[in-house]
């Protein structure tokens, strides 16, 4: 059993950054593959950032890449997303997720467990 706590959410001006942290309880915390998704209103929840369970393998959504950079720190158990030149278009609830397969899936049908959601709001 995984529970997810996000943090570090906000409001930003466009052209700004942010930067999201996930932790996550459990001793196995490095055994699993750790994802992004986000939620923007009224549209369905979408991939943005994947990491395997020790960092070889990272995948980015085509409109993220470039700007945010998925980590893991498995001592401290947490995994973190780094949002640079944010765009209003990337406001939505973001979410940290686990998954016991190792690999870093864009899919959220992979994932396993999910955290409560941070809201990032970017203003134009």
């Known amino acids: 059993q995984v529970q997810l706590v996000e943090s570090g959410g906000g409001l930003v001006q466009a052209g700004g950054s942010l930067r999201l942290s996930c932790a996550a309880s459990?001793?196995?915390?490095?055994?699993?593959?750790m994802g992004w998704f986000r939620q923007a209103p009224g549209k369905e929840r979408e991939f943005v950032a994947a990491?395997?369970?020790?960092?070889?393998?990272?995948r980015y959504a085509d409109t993220v890449k470039g700007r945010f950079t998925i980590s893991r720190d498995n001592a401290k158990n947490t995994v973190s997303l780094t949002m640079n030149s944010l765009k209003p278009e990337d406001t939505a609830v973001y979410y940290c997720?686990?998954?016991?397969?190792?690999?870093?899936?864009?899919?959220?049908?992979?994932?396993?467990?999910w955290g409560q959601g941070t809201q990032v709001t970017v203003s134009s």
């Open positions: 997720a686990a998954d016991r397969a190792v690999v870093a899936s864009t899919l959220s049908v992979e994932y396993d467990y």
């Open positions: 990491i395997d369970w020790i960092g070889g393998k990272i």
């Open positions: 459990g001793r196995t915390f490095s055994r699993y593959a």
